[in-house]
């Protein structure tokens, strides 16, 4: 049987120093035996198969016992609150910090950005922009590459605004799934287009709806560029809120996850489904999906969790999913043109 590579030939950088250096560190400031210091980690789906050959680099280089979450992850939002619980120290990859206060304290925030070029997918999205003033959008692993963006727009004549978001923002320019602030912010008003480096079209979508200005992508790892076109996913939730719109019966999910709990935003919407004689229940849970609400024979169902379990998995779940923009274009608090995405902004949890 072959041993673990003990390198990591991928295409995100996962600081293995900062790692190393955290360990030392806890290791002379805690007093305890290498044996006796217990490192988590944590990694989104897409990370998850670099978890054994990263364990194993971690355990060979230090001496420390590493255990690794198998739980899904959502986002730094979705910190594996039981496994930190038994460590020393939690190491997450792939996401920025939310600073959410005690509930970090323990864990090491490692961003695994990318290191593929954006140089051409920029360079191709030009002729796309023609306004004079372009915003800089990304995910956290392209942050540290919106400088280089910034100088090639310039080079062509563009003004360029790399805004800052909410205080759940930890860089100039990012946004998350729950949260699109830099698109809307103070910051980003002068911005005349927006020009979004990634891949996958929710985010560019939900920056679009939320700021109501033009979005062009530019994919660094295929390096296609493209103007987005929100018109597929705005007739698809369409759908959504007009299968519920005759419900009567309405169960509110709320997740205990520490970055997602939002207990008082679901118990004003139930208010306002009493208000307009619906019934509504609240479920409480940690991981929600298909397959627990099967029990619970609603005729519609409203996502105050992550915002896009009401998005990504919408044709598995046994009724309509909405957002709470949704539920108020449903009871009718809320013009269908006023629809935006749903978003966890700063001070939005309980």
Known sequence: MSRLSVVSPSSYDFEMRTVFDKIETLLQTSGKRTDKIVVGLQFPEGLKKHALNIASQIEEKTGVSVYISADP????????????????????????????????????????????????????????????TVGLLTTVQHVHQLETAKKILEGVGKTVVTANGDSRIAHPGQILGCNFSAAHSKDAEECDVFLYIGSGQFHPIGAALSSKKRVVCADPFTGEVSELNSRKFLMQRSAVIGNAADAETFCILVSVKNGQYRKKLAESLKTKAEAHKKQAFILFMDLVTPDQMLSFKADAFVNTACPRLAIDDSGRYPAPVLTPEEFEIVLGERAWEDLVLDEILEGGQD
Do not use: W, Y
């Open 73 to 132: 992850c959502f986002g730094a939002c979705d910190l594996d609150m039981r496994l930190l619980e038994r460590v020393d120290v939690l190491f997450h990859f792939g996401h920025s910090e939310l600073k959410q206060g005690a509930a970090e304290e323990k864990v090491c925030f490692i961003e695994a950005r990318s290191n593929a070029d954006i140089t051409n997918a920029v360079t191709a999205a030009i002729p796309l922009l023609p306004e004079q």
